[in-house]
């Protein structure tokens, strides 16, 4: 059992520092090392534990901060402007010459990265480098650039040259977005959460802000307008560093630290001290966005999550007091809901609007967006308001299908009830029945229909009666919920906490209980709708939606009315003039 006593886990931070100077082999030990430490003191890390790691983990970035300045000054005291491998031999024979000590040339290699490094570079090497560069040791140089690094620099012109660099980067991640887009960027709508959300966020004294929804939302279409609309205004003094996690994360391994990272990505010299800006900058001249797409677990790996996860912990903890700063993370729901109390130890650090219980605070097209994507020319019905069908048209997703399929924007004229099975069945072909992996999905989408909780309204399942540890089946379950076929909710009662699965949109969980009735049989002729009318007969809305997709699975006409009129003493009058029309509908659009 480990000893949690400050006294011991300053200790323990002191040792890892000592083996790594290294600020990116830090933030893994970290990211391992705390996970065991919580899992061994029961889930509870103390808030003066945690506050030891921010300050150890400063300390190593501000030491690899003047490691870095170190290697430039021999590059630029050799005069070697871009560094080859040819150089290291160069190198090794020029502080041999200067300072008598022996520095080999396969530790300059080492040093700048040709040959793999297990360990940082030892004192003997560092002392040399040093008086190489006219200091009496190591310690001499720290103490030298620490001693600088305490009068304000001259900041004049590093905010104009992070805006040039800055605009690189946002450039090709705004590019990126609206070229994957499958419906032009000109021709999608602003959201009105978006401007109202960072309205609010920019009033508050909050330092970061988070986006949360399902998939198939349009968040990322919807920042990334953002991001362009400000960056169009002329004059805001305002900067944007606009990444996705993925592209975070590998940039991150090619540097030695995150301050480190961050200059260079803004174009700052690796000796500036990038913290200095929290005491020289006017936050009425401009404050610096770091937006973040992408932050979701299951785009990762364990180990790489939770390196993403005390990055962003860490950069909370350095620019906490930096009312210039401002951090945006985009994520699912479900990672929301899995990790918000680990990310959230500061209340007041975090705006996070108008966050629902399922960790959502990014909502549907609402009825005036829908209007205007749709081309209206009058305002909706009231009939047209209140009916199931046409709000579907709220969820982006169907959309960006209609749009893939007909290369044109949905108009009000062209809406009808079967175009939305069609657009669902697209969804599926494309992302569940397809692929190398589309048996196992549909295996793993019966599984969970049979662990079901069939509650009229409320359709979940407990993840922990799912055997995700059999082989194979965690993939195969993360890849629904990047598709945003499912997603997960959390349930706490007093010490009761349980993680539930669930359909992100009822006209999926339809589609896909008529494949499962449809796995027995085939043409539907022997199906029992007493098997429906049993499960869902409560469920108006989730009965008719399996009944439709059953009728809409059936190819022949004919077959769909003798399984009508087969079932017709089953159903009320009513249910099957519903059915009817639908029917109707399929024979008008050719179905």
């Given at each position: 059992?480990?000893?949690?006593?400050?006294?011991?886990?300053?200790?323990?931070?002191?040792?890892?520092?000592?083996?790594?100077?290294?600020?990116?082999?830090?933030?893994?030990?970290?990211?391992?090392?705390?996970?065991?430490?919580?899992?061994?003191?029961?889930?509870?890390?103390?808030?003066?534990?945690?506050?030891?790691?921010?300050?150890?983990?400063?300390?190593?970035?501000?030491?690899?901060?003047?490691?870095?300045?170190?290697?430039?000054?021999?590059?630029?005291?050799?005069?070697?402007?871009?560094?080859?491998?040819?150089?290291?031999?160069?190198?090794?024979?020029?502080?041999?010459?200067?300072?008598?000590?022996?520095?080999?040339?396969?530790?300059?290699?080492?040093?700048?990265?040709?040959?793999?490094?297990?360990?940082?570079?030892?004192?003997?090497?560092?002392?040399?480098?040093?008086?190489?560069?006219?200091?009496?040791?190591?310690?001499?140089?720290?103490?030298?650039?620490?001693?600088k690094g305490m009068h304000p620099?001259?900041?004049?012109?590093?905010?104009?040259?992070?805006?040039?660099?800055?605009?690189?980067?946002?450039?090709?991640?705004?590019?990126?977005?609206?070229?994957?887009?499958?419906?032009?960027?000109?021709?999608?709508?602003?959201?009105?959460?978006?401007?109202?959300?960072?309205?609010?966020?920019?009033?508050?004294?909050?330092?970061?802000?988070?986006?949360?929804?399902?998939?198939?939302?349009?968040?990322?279409?919807a920042i990334c307008q953002w991001?362009?609309?400000?960056?169009?205004?002329?004059?805001?003094?305002?900067?944007?560093?606009?990444?996705?996690?993925?592209?975070?994360?590998?940039?991150?391994?090619?540097?030695?630290?995150?301050?480190?990272?961050?200059?260079?990505?803004?174009?700052?010299?690796?000796?500036?001290?990038?913290?200095?800006?929290?005491?020289?900058?006017?936050?009425?001249?401009?404050?610096?966005?770091?937006?973040?797409?992408?932050?979701?677990?299951?785009?990762?790996?364990?180990?790489q999550f939770e390196v993403l996860?005390?990055?962003?912990?860490?950069?909370?903890?350095?620019?906490?007091?930096?009312?210039?700063?401002?951090?945006?993370?985009?994520?699912?729901?479900?990672?929301?809901?899995?990790?918000?109390?680990?990310?959230?130890?500061?209340?007041?650090?975090?705006?996070?609007?108008?966050?629902?219980?399922?960790?959502?605070?990014?909502?549907?097209?609402?009825?005036?967006?829908?209007?205007?994507?749709?081309?209206?020319?009058?305002?909706?019905?009231?009939?047209?308001?209140?009916?199931?069908?046409?709000?579907?048209?709220?969820?982006?997703?169907?959309?960006?299908?209609?749009?893939?399929?007909?290369?044109?924007?949905?108009?009000?004229?062209?809406?009808?009830?079967?175009?939305?099975?069609?657009?669902?069945?697209?969804?599926?072909?494309?992302?569940?029945?397809?692929?190398?992996?589309?048996?196992?999905?549909?295996?793993?989408?019966?599984?969970?229909?049979?662990?079901?909780?069939?509650?009229?309204?409320?359709?979940?399942?407990?993840?922990?009666?799912?055997?995700?540890?059999?082989?194979?089946?965690?993939?195969?379950?993360?890849?629904?919920?990047?598709?945003?076929?499912?997603?997960?909710?959390?349930?706490?009662?007093?010490?009761?906490?349980?993680?539930?699965?669930?359909?992100?949109?009822?006209?999926?969980?339809?589609?896909?209980?008529?494949?499962?009735?449809?796995?027995?049989?085939?043409?539907?002729?022997?199906?029992?709708?007493?098997?429906?009318?049993?499960?869902?007969?409560?469920?108006?809305?989730?009965?008719?939606?399996?009944?439709?997709?059953?009728?809409?699975?059936?190819?022949?006409?004919?077959?769909?009315?003798?399984?009508?009129?087969?079932?017709?003493?089953?159903?009320?009058?009513?249910?099957?003039?519903?059915?009817?029309?639908?029917?109707?509908?399929?024979?008008?659009?050719?179905?």
């Open positions: 059992m480990l000893d949690f006593r400050i006294d011991n886990f300053n200790k323990f931070l002191k040792q890892l520092i000592f083996n790594a100077v290294d600020s990116y082999n830090i933030t893994n030990i970290y990211a391992e090392s705390i996970y065991f430490i919580n899992k061994a003191a029961g889930g509870t890390l103390s808030s003066r534990c945690r506050i030891l790691i921010i300050k150890y983990n400063s300390a190593v970035m501000n030491g690899d901060r003047i490691w870095e300045s170190l290697k430039m000054n021999i590059l630029t005291l050799s005069g070697i402007e871009s560094i080859e491998p040819k150089d290291c031999k160069i190198l090794s024979l020029s502080i041999s010459k200067a300072t008598k000590k022996n520095v080999s040339e396969t530790t300059f290699k080492r040093i700048f990265g040709f040959a793999s490094a297990k360990n940082s570079a030892s004192l003997y090497t560092r002392n040399a480098l040093a008086q190489y560069c006219g200091y009496t040791d190591w310690e001499d140089y720290m103490q030298s650039s620490h001693k620099r001259n900041v004049q012109g590093a905010w104009a040259k992070m805006e040039a660099e800055t605009n690189k980067v946002n450039f090709f991640t705004l590019s990126a977005v609206k070229n994957k887009a499958i419906i032009p960027f000109n021709k999608m709508i602003e959201r009105e959460f978006i401007h109202n959300h960072f309205d609010a966020f920019d009033k508050s004294d909050a330092l970061a802000t988070v986006i949360s929804a399902p998939t198939g939302y349009g968040k990322t279409i991001v362009t609309h400000k960056l169009s205004k002329e004059n805001s003094g305002d900067l944007f560093l606009y990444l996705n996690s993925s592209f975070l994360l590998s940039s991150l391994k090619t540097s030695v630290n995150l301050e480190y990272w961050m200059m260079k990505m803004v174009g700052l010299d690796p000796s500036y001290d990038f913290q200095e800006l929290s005491f020289n900058h006017d936050v009425d001249e401009g404050k610096f966005y770091f937006v973040i797409d992408g932050f979701d677990e299951f785009m990762f790996n364990k180990n996860k005390h990055l962003l912990l860490d950069i909370l903890s350095i620019y906490k007091t930096s009312k210039w700063f401002k951090m945006v993370i985009l994520m699912r729901d479900s990672t929301w809901v899995n990790w918000h109390e680990q990310l959230v130890i500061d209340k007041s650090s975090w705006f996070l609007g108008e966050m629902n219980d399922h960790g959502q605070n990014f909502g549907l097209l609402t009825i005036a967006e829908l209007s205007k994507l749709m081309h209206m020319e009058r305002p909706f019905t009231e009939r047209e308001l209140f009916a199931d069908d046409f709000l579907k048209l709220r969820y982006p997703l169907f959309h960006f299908y209609f749009y893939k399929k007909y290369n044109t924007i949905i108009r009000h004229a062209q809406f009808n009830e079967v175009l939305l099975y069609e657009l669902a069945t697209d969804y599926m072909r494309q992302n569940v029945l397809s692929g190398n992996q589309a048996l196992h999905k549909l295996e793993f989408i019966f599984h969970l229909l049979s662990k079901m909780e069939w509650i009229a309204g409320i359709y979940k399942a407990d993840k922990a009666k799912i055997a995700l540890h059999r082989k194979g089946l965690i993939n195969t379950y993360s890849s629904l919920i990047q598709i945003g076929l499912i997603s997960e909710s959390i349930s706490s009662a007093a010490l009761d906490r349980r993680v539930y699965i669930k359909f992100i949109h009822h006209h999926f969980l339809g589609c896909c209980v008529a494949a499962l009735i449809q796995k027995d049989n085939p043409d539907f002729s022997l199906m029992k709708l007493e098997f429906i009318l049993l499960h869902w007969g409560k469920d108006v809305k989730l009965k008719f939606c399996i009944l439709k997709w059953c009728l809409f699975q059936i190819r022949r006409l004919e077959t769909r009315q003798e399984w009508i009129k087969g079932y017709q003493e089953n159903l009320a009058s009513e249910d099957l003039i519903v059915l009817q029309q639908f029917m109707l509908q399929m024979e008008v659009y050719g179905r």
